[in-house]
Structures are given as C-alpha cells and as structure tokens.
C-alpha cells in the first residue's frame, strides 16, 4: 500500500512499524498499523495504514496534568477514509460496523477524507474511523502522542499490548 501511495520510508522504519489489534484479536476488523516517525514533548507525526474496511475504535485523547490532551490532523494520502465525530449523526453513513461491538460507537457524524483532504480533531474529542473499500493510509500530525492514555469507549481494549504468564 506504501508503495501504491508513493510513500517511500526507510527499512528501519518497515522494520518498526507497530501492529496493533487493539486487544480485540480480530486484526482485520479493528487494527491499525503505525509508522511514527517522530513523538516527542511537542510534536508527533505518524503514518495510519488500513486494510480495507479496517476500524481504529472510538475513543479520546484527554487532558493528562497540565497537557490538554492530544490535537491531531489527518491527512488522508490514499485510498478512502470515513472519520466519524460528534455531531449531528449523518443518515446514510458509509461505514461497516460487526454487529457484536456496534453499541461502543456513539459518535456518528460523518466526515468523508480522500487523497489530500484533511480534519482536526481537538483534543479530548471522541472520534473513530474506518478504511473504506481499498485501505487507507491517513498521515497524522498531532500534538504529543500518548496512546497508552488514551480512552477507547469500548471496555475490552487494550491500546498497548499485554503479556500473558
């Protein structure tokens, strides 16, 4: 997909790109695969790659101490990307949720991102996405990134990975 979007990245970076099934053990239904390229206290910037129809869940970056939480842009650079907000809900939206976890997505307000649209998210704001039918890779200018605080609205994930003894 990398290449189909003519996103060249170096093969340390191929070597570490993080994996995450969001503790759902159904990578192709909700997962996301993260190339960062920088985080540090001020700035992050990062590539999303999606398999096709593949969801990042609900959830929020809050405030943690002073630090308002994370604000982020995405960038989408291919394929088709459903981003869903608070809003008002929109009536047909284009996303594919399994029935099993449907209840753990509250907000519906669709924004609808193609190669070179983008949205920011405040911090502190619930949102989710979707792929669409191809993939997607969506690149992501944010704030500091502090995933293992972030809040997923459904109770059975777990953003950092857990080892079982």
């Given amino acids: ?36 390229y920088v985080n540090n206290e001020r700035y992050c910037a990062k590539e999303l790659i999606m398999f096709p129809r593949q969801i990042c869940p609900e959830h929020r970056h809050p405030p943690i101490g002073n630090y308002p939480g994370k604000q982020e842009t995405f960038r989408c650079r291919w394929g088709e990307v459903y981003l869903y907000v608070p809003g008002p809900a929109t ?6 949720i399994p029935v099993d976890r449907k209840k753990y997505f509250t907000v519906w307000h669709e924004i ?22 191809e993939g997607a890779i969506v690149s992501e200018f944010s704030s500091m990134s502090i995933d293992e605080k972030d809040i997923f609205t459904d109770p059975d994930i777990k953003r950092i990975p857990e080892i079982i003894e």
């Avoid at 979007?5 to 695969?33: H, K, R, S, W």
């Avoid at 009536?91 to 594919?96: D, E, F, G, Y």
């Avoid at 405040?122 to 039918?133: C, I, S």
Wanted: hydrophobic share 40%.
């Fill in 1 to 36: 997909m990398l290449k189909k979007a003519c996103i060249a990245i170096t093969q340390e970076e191929a070597e570490n790109i993080e994996v995450t099934d969001f503790g759902l053990g159904d990578l192709y239904n909700y997962g996301l695969q993260i190339i960062v």
């Fill in 91 to 96: 009536k047909s939206s284009k996303a594919k």
């Fill in 112 to 133: 609808v991102l193609r190669p070179g649209e983008q949205y920011t998210i405040p911090p502190n704001t619930l949102h989710w996405f979707q792929a669409g039918d």
